[in-house]
């Protein structure tokens, strides 16, 4: 049986991924994954904000009453409170790198395009075999449209791509308006994969207090179905590597990311609730459902369900909702 894929242009002893988390904070939790079974890992998001908060710590102004950044960085964490300092990431890049035989993947959030293409050549330089941009942008201002947020991000990949030579995943939202159009102008500006997708986190407002309560939700398979649509439809247009990112937690899940043509399936909220064990669970009911369904190697069955391949396209476009909101009756 083989799992085995090439993700990025690194082959992978087989699909699944630990998503970027906590996980790669520490060493030993970073080999109980790879002892699971795990194909690669993503470290956490290094934040653009760390950076300058590191740079204010060190000039002795993180104290200033004044914040002159236009992001208004009173409003983000306490340097103290970041998991990992920007040095500290560096560091944990080489650390890993030592331990592990499984590929090692640098996440980046940032907003500038210095800070993008600095520290992508600096993880680069500390082992990372790969980088992962964290586009997570909430766009309040009217004056910038549509276009001018894709064509920033687009800037960003070109710079990083002729920076670095280690290949580069762009991690998305659902939110594009043209989807299949910004991840064919993705692949032209050097990006070797997409992530799908990025998980916005979405405040609650506490009624009697009178005030926006930020929370945090693990995912639930449920979340799977819109980055399923999604892999179909791309998969079927683009060669670049496809990573399902959020609401895969048992091996259905990651049949399905598969059958409509993930190249990995990226995991955090299982690993969280189950711990890494549950990991070579996966595989080993993989393997069963392979076997079971005659599939001997993992590239024969991914795109089997694609917006080219599949019995039904029209289930993964407009035809299929006017079908599904006719079929109510009261």
Same mark, same amino acid.
């Given at each position: ?34 002892? *699971? ?28 009453? *004044? ?144 005030? *926006? ?34 609401? *895969? ?82």
């Amino acid at each position: 049986m083989n799992l085995e894929t090439t993700y990025l242009g690194l082959r992978l002893r087989n699909p699944l991924v630990v998503g970027a988390s906590p996980f790669c904070d520490n060493l030993d939790s970073a080999l109980q994954l790879q002892e *699971a079974g795990a194909g690669a890992i993503v470290m956490r998001s290094l934040f653009e904000e760390q950076i300058v908060l590191e740079q204010r710590a060190l000039n002795r102004l993180t104290e200033e009453p *004044a914040d002159t950044n236009p992001e208004g960085l009173s409003y983000f964490p306490n340097y103290e409170s970041y998991q990992l300092a920007p040095d500290q990431y560096l560091r944990q890049i080489v650390h890993l790198k030592s331990a592990l035989t499984i590929p090692v993947i640098a996440s980046l959030n940032g907003r500038t395009l210095g800070a993008w293409v600095d520290y992508g050549r600096q993880c680069e330089a500390c082992g990372a075999d790969a980088l992962e941009l964290n586009f997570y942008q909430l766009v309040t201002n009217p004056a910038f449209s549509a276009a001018q947020v894709e064509e920033q991000m687009l800037a960003v990949v070109r710079e990083v791509t002729k920076t670095v030579r280690i290949p580069v995943a762009v991690k998305l939202s659902p939110f594009h308006s043209a989807l299949p159009h910004f991840v064919a102008a993705l692949e032209q500006a050097g990006a070797s994969g997409v992530v799908l997708f990025n998980r916005f986190y979405q405040p609650d407002i506490d009624i009697e207090n009178l005030d *926006a309560m930020p929370i945090i939700r693990l995912s639930d398979s449920s979340e799977l179905l819109l980055r399923l649509r999604w892999l179909a439809i791309l998969s079927a247009q683009t060669k670049l590597s496809l990573s399902s990112s959020g609401g *895969a937690h048992n091996t259905q899940d990651v049949v399905k990311a598969l059958l409509t043509g993930a190249t990995t399936v990226q995991m955090v909220s299982v690993l969280l609730k189950h711990g890494p064990r549950i990991l070579s669970s996966i595989l080993h009911d993989l393997e069963a459902w392979m076997i079971k369904h005659e599939y001997s190697d993992i590239d024969e069955l991914r795109g089997a369900m694609n917006h080219s391949r599949c019995p039904d396209p029209a289930a993964y476009e407009r035809a299929n909702y006017q079908k599904i909101l006719q079929s109510w009756v009261i």
